[in-house]
């Protein structure tokens, strides 16, 4: 009986460690950042060498086994092992899980600086570039959903272009219907057409994520914005998700709660973005998506690609980011 139990435990610790190097070296190579344990991205090569080096153990260590010690029946051989590999999986998502987490607490960017405006109930930043004049200025709203976003760089590449931006702060807010998040927005968009050294007639909106849809149907109801972009809008709760693509980015866990939230939350279908494009025309409007047919308007709608990207963390590519800025400079500046 322990002769057998031995077995069990050795070729099951051997089948582990070869799946897991197994799983390792497939995340290199598909850039599933979200999949690769115990090394990611950055270092590849060591990722590389600990994933053929995990398999090597275990196909030299297979091969004693099969030499020293009692082997299993057919069939329980291959339940131990079809056990063991399916062992590794959860402990790759989350060691991968651990250590994203770990890597974002070290390198948070979360927006800083700026001015601190009182919008009613709701805070905002705004950042003025260093320029004179009047400046063409940029409502931008986060998802409502994930206000945690990381928009670091598209504010500061949108204020480095000479566009004024006023970021709305969702989490000063708490829970808040459609009804008062477009007033919300709508406060934001006069705010900003009285500031001093913004130009009135070239105030526009950004959304992020859901934000997106806010904006346009914001800008539907708004005529005084004069511009409208949406970075991967939901527009629909039924749209595709890019599935093991999206751990390019996120962790497992991450990754499915943020779609989790999108075809849950009813904003998608009260907004009804698509149905509001139609009364934003003649004004420019535009979506930043990833993939999202091969059409290139959708009625007024202006779709531009951004191959490589993942919806799920829509400003987080710096093609986005750059498309974004190049998109405002021709329409608002």
Avoid at 46 to 71: D, H, K, S, T, Y
Wanted: glycine share 10%.
């Amino acid at each position: 009986m322990i002769s057998v139990i031995v077995s069990i435990l050795v070729y099951a610790a051997l089948a582990f460690v070869a799946a897991l190097g197994g799983l390792e070296l497939v995340a290199l190579r598909r850039g599933l950042s979200g999949l690769a344990w115990p090394v990611g991205m950055k270092y590849r090569r060591l990722g590389r060498f600990l994933a053929v080096l995990l398999m090597a153990i275990a196909l030299i260590g297979g091969g004693f086994a099969m030499l020293l010690i009692e082997p299993l029946a057919p069939l329980a051989s291959a339940l131990v092992i079809f056990l063991a590999m399916g062992l590794a999986v959860p402990v790759a998502i989350l060691g991968a899980t651990a250590r994203l987490r770990r890597h974002r607490r070290r390198n948070s960017t979360a927006l800083r600086g700026g001015k601190l405006v009182e919008l009613g109930p709701l805070q905002a930043r705004f950042y003025q570039p260093g320029r004179e004049g009047a400046s063409p200025g940029l409502c931008l709203l986060p998802d409502p959903t994930a206000p945690e976003y990381d928009l670091h760089a598209l504010v500061q590449a949108l204020v480095e272009s000479g566009i004024a931006v006023l970021a709305l702060d969702w989490q000063s807010l708490g829970s808040a219907d459609r009804l008062m998040l477009q007033g919300v927005v709508a406060v934001g968009v006069s705010h900003l057409a009285r500031w001093p050294e913004i130009n009135a007639a070239r105030v526009g909106l950004l959304g992020v994520g859901l934000g997106g849809d806010l904006a346009l149907r914001s800008a539907a109801m708004d005529q005084g914005v004069a511009a409208v972009l949406a970075i991967e809008p939901v527009l629909s709760a039924q749209r595709p998700w890019e599935g093991l693509d999206a751990l390019s980015v996120l962790p497992w866990f991450e990754a499915r709660r943020r779609v989790s939230r999108w075809r849950k939350s009813p904003l998608v279908q009260e907004l009804d973005a698509l149905g509001a494009v139609s009364g934003i025309s003649p004004r420019p409007a535009a979506v930043i998506v990833g993939c999202l047919g091969r059409a290139e308007t959708v009625g007024e709608l202006e779709i531009l690609r951004n191959g490589g990207s993942c919806s799920l963390v829509p400003a987080a590519h710096n093609r986005a980011v750059q498309c974004a800025t190049a998109w405002f400079k021709e329409h608002l500046a």
